[in-house]
Each structure stands twice: as C-alpha cells, then as structure tokens.
C-alpha cells in the first residue's frame, strides 16, 4: 500500500493507458504501467490516472482527448499491432484530429525485419508503417511496431507497443525527448522492523519538515516500508540525513538497492559464502537471490528440506530435536542452519521453518509462526527470532524471505 502527499510546488501530470482486450478479459497483467509510472515520477511526472481499456475505437478516441484535455502527458502501450483490432494508431489519430499516412521507407523496413523471423510476411503487416501526421518515430529495436511521440499545444502522447521487452527501449529512448528539465531529485528511504504508522507518527517532525517536499511512503510484504522523498535537493537530503541517524537501526537500504544487493555486497566485501536451508518458503530464498548477476560468487547453494526426513538426512537435524520440539522451532532451525553450513562449507547461513496455512496451525503454533536463523560458522553464533506473520501462505512466504535476509544483513555487521 502507498501514501502519497503532495506538498509546495505542483508536479505535471501523467495519464497511462494500457490498451487490449487481453488486459481487460484478466488474460494478461497489466505491467508496463507500474513501470513507466514509476520511471515518469523521476522526470517530474506524477501518474495522475491509470486506465486499461478494451479494443474499441469509439472508446479509445473518448478516453484519449479526456487525458489529453486534464494531463500533461499521456501514455498509451498496445494496439500497434497488423490486425484489425489494433486501433491505437486510428484513435489517436482520431483524438487529434490529424492523418494517418503510410510511411514508405519504414514499411520496407518493418517488412525486412519480419522476414528475419516468418519466412512469409503478409500485405497487413504494412499497417504497422501508418504515422500519425507529424509524429517523432521511435524505432522498435525487438519487434516490428514502431513507437510514435506527438506535442500538441495542451499535452504530450507518447504511443507504445505491448509486450514489455518491445516497450521498455523504445520508452527509454522517449524520456530523452520529454522535456529532462523537469526531472526531478528523489531519495528513497527502506527499513524494516518498524511498522508505517509507527515511523510517521515517530517522525513526523522530520518526515514532514518542509511543505515544498513531496512525501510517499509504501509498506510491502517483501520490502518493509520505504519512505520516498522527491523536491529540492538540499531540502531532502537534510531530511535523509536526519532520519538516516533516527532511523540506523531500521534502514537497510537507500534509493535502488534491495536487501538482497545489501547482503549480496557485505558478503563479497568479506570474502565469505553462504547457503540456506529452506522449508515453508520453498526455495523462494534462493530463488531471490539468485536473481543477482555474480552471486555465484558467494552463494554455494541451498536445500529445500520440506519434510523431516530431509531435514534429519541432509541436515542432520536430531530426531529427537523433532520429536520433543517439533519442526517448526528454535533448536529445529539452528541444527537446520548448522547443519547446511556445514553440509556445502559455508561460513554463514540461513535456516527458516514455520506454517504458511492456511492449515496446519495449532493454539501453540498458529499459522503464521515462523522460525529463522542466521548463523556465522566463524564464532559459532545463532541470531534466532520467532515471527508472526498475518496474511495467506504467499504473504507469509513472502515476508519470511524478507526477514531472512535482513536477519543476514544483520549477523554479518
């Protein structure tokens, strides 16, 4: 969930309409718009409306003049393809009152490209070469639609394919040509381990201490709560600064950086390995980290110990820890994280087992508990905590890998 105040100056505004009657019908997630509204705010643009509207020409044209008419920028992705449903190209052209043309010399282009994959190109595909009277082409270096940018006196429109890996280059090479004065100065702050209404209602002097800052804050399962800052440089930097001594104990992370790069970085900084041994997230752990490019060099591997048989087998973990403590327990997880530090020879690792439900909850063990331990090979050391979590079994999945890492960070410092 996110909170937004817009304090002082007034930021331009954005409007982004996602078009296709895959998105309407649930067929497809809509992600481009979460992208390019969050790239937008870095150049000043505050996403004032997000659409998602159906292949339908008389809608299409309504819904374009009404953002054209309220927002300083518009932003349409799909509908650019060769069939008669893709009406992006016509409503706009529509909304604006202005031709669309054939462009000669991009159709040879757009058809060459096509024989590169289909070893038969069809008359229709030359569809995708009509440019709206005078539209900036922005040439698709994936796919075969172009892109196109239109000024008009009011606003900006900015036409952008679909599917994602065709409209992410071409609207990063857009941003260029969208006014990069206004681009704006922003600073994030992450933390975890303090709950949202606790850290404003904390800070609130500092969070809040000058009017011509605009102020987000942003609690999530798998990042904790952030808090984003965006105005003058000087004014927010004092504010980070500010906070960034208040809050040491609960930051870890500022701007870009994931917890994962955090841990990622402290570990190569060190020249130490580590692995985890993983039981109700499932590999998820892993899977996160792994996510990072050269994390071999300090990640050896991992175990999914599901059941107690794997736990005791590979993990060595003590029969009679099992049947006195249960699975899901303090002694349970530091034989789990031992055992794996010691099964792949690693000088630190992570252990988590708990019940993601919705059953196997019970009055001592509700669902939602869970047991995480980071332990350092070196000193022989256990940092363990039990956890709480509400929410369903991906939640609860979700913030134990969260806690998991952090619990990393902290045992490496």
């Not at 009152?97 to 060459?112: H, R």
């Not at 800070?203 to 808090?227: F, R």
């Not at 363990?384 to 490496?412: C, P, V, W």
């Amino acid at each position: 969930m996110e909170t937004f105040q817009k304090r002082g100056e007034t930021m331009k505004t954005a409007s982004i309409i996602a078009i296709g009657n895959e998105l309407v019908e649930g067929i497809i997630v809509d992600t481009n718009s979460k992208y390019i509204s969050k790239k937008l705010l870095e150049y000043g643009y505050k996403t004032k409306i997000i659409k998602t509207l159906p292949d339908d020409l008389d809608l299409l044209v309504k819904e374009i003049k009404d953002s054209l008419e309220t927002t300083d920028l518009v932003v349409t992705t799909g509908g650019l393809g060769p069939t008669e449903d893709d009406l992006t190209r016509e409503a706009v052209s529509k909304a604006l009152e202005k031709n669309l043309i054939l462009d000669e010399n991009l159709s040879k282009k757009i058809i060459e490209k096509a024989k590169k994959f289909h070893s038969y190109v069809p008359k229709i595909v030359e569809r995708q070469a009509m440019v709206i009277e005078g539209a900036t082409v922005l040439e698709n270096p994936v796919g075969t639609a172009p892109g196109m940018l239109l000024k008009t006196p009011k606003s900006t429109i900015l036409i952008l394919p679909g599917p994602p890996v065709e409209m992410i280059p071409i609207f990063e090479k857009a941003l260029n040509l969208i006014e990069k004065e206004n681009k704006i100065y922003q600073r994030r702050i992450k933390t975890i381990n303090i709950p949202e209404a606790v850290l404003v209602e904390k800070y609130k002097d500092i969070i809040y201490k000058y009017k011509e800052v605009n102020v987000a804050t942003m609690a999530s399962h798998t990042s904790g709560v952030e808090l984003r800052f965006t105005g003058e440089k000087a004014l927010v930097d004092e504010i980070v600064n500010m906070l960034s001594e208040k809050l040491k104990d609960y930051i870890y992370a500022f701007d870009d950086k994931t917890i994962e790069e955090i841990v990622f970085e402290k570990l190569l900084s060190k020249n130490k390995t580590v692995s985890f041994a993983e039981s109700c997230t499932g590999g998820l752990v892993s899977a996160n980290f792994v996510n990072l490019s050269g994390v071999s060099k300090v990640f050896k591997g991992s175990i999914v110990a599901y059941s107690n048989e794997v736990k005791q087998k590979l993990l060595n973990v003590n029969p009679k820890t099992l049947e006195k403590f249960g699975a899901v327990s303090k002694e349970c997880v530091e034989e789990m994280a031992k055992g794996v530090s010691k099964l792949l020879d690693t000088d630190y690792s992570v252990a988590i087992s708990g019940i993601a439900g919705p059953t196997g909850g019970t009055k001592e063990k509700p669902v939602g508990t869970v047991w995480i331990c980071a332990y350092s090979r070196e000193n022989d050391i256990f940092m363990t905590e039990r956890f709480y979590f509400k929410g369903n079994r991906q939640t609860i999945r979700n913030r134990s890998t969260l806690h998991a890492f952090d619990m990393l960070r902290r045992i490496l410092k």
